[in-house]
């Protein structure tokens, strides 16, 4: 008999994940204040995975019976919805009572940036259609913009959940062979 189901151990499992990526997606929302910030999403989006397996390794090792290639798959996408929620009720609470301008404050930054950059007459139709949306105040609100990254953070991890479960359920395979005697 199971100790617990796979929905609790990733609800768990969440707890970790969600911190990891509330501190990506601080280094996000806090570049508008520290601009140096968004040079560590890309390492933290590279060690997300090596989280995620830790995460997914510890639920097949507490209960063998989820040591399957559907029951890992399903552990990881629960892991990572938990996770998002939590990052994203995290990143909700900033953008809604700290930085509510959040969006147009980024997109500013980022058109001063390119603007300034020596390459910025190759990008002058851009420039132009970033200050059209400016001005015709068509950009997300910040939590449109965080739902939008919820969801797409939860299809990544899907995707990543497949493929880490299905490399957890082949090397946890090992093969037997019968020698006759």
């Not at 639920?59 to 994203?88: D, H, Q």
């Not at 500013?108 to 390459?119: D, G, Q, R």
């Not at 007459?121 to 950009?139: F, N, P, Q």
């Not at 969801?151 to 090992?174: E, V």
Request: hydrophobic share 50%; proline share 6%; net charge positive.
């Amino acid at each position: 008999m199971q100790k617990k189901s796979i929905y609790k151990y990733a609800s768990e499992a969440g707890l970790p994940a969600g911190l990891y990526l509330t501190l990506m997606s601080a280094c996000m929302l806090l570049s508008i204040k520290v601009p140096a910030l968004p040079v560590l999403i890309l390492p933290l989006g590279i060690g997300f995975p090596i989280l995620l397996w830790s995460l997914m390794k510890k639920i097949s090792r507490e209960e063998p019976a989820y040591n399957k290639f559907s029951s890992l798959w399903l552990g990881g996408i629960y892991t990572v919805i938990f996770g998002t929620m939590i990052c994203m009720f995290l990143s909700a609470l900033y953008i809604v009572l700290v930085e509510p301008s959040f969006v147009h404050l980024y997109v500013n930054n980022a058109l001063i940036a390119v603007e300034s950059s020596p390459l910025a007459g190759e990008y002058e139709a851009s420039i132009e259609m970033m200050r059209k949306a400016i001005d015709a105040h068509v950009l997300p609100s910040g939590l449109e913009f965080l739902t939008t990254l919820a969801w797409f953070t939860c299809f990544c991890g899907s995707i990543l959940s497949l493929f880490l479960a299905l490399l957890m359920s082949r090397s946890g395979k090992k093969v037997t062979r019968e020698f006759p005697a």
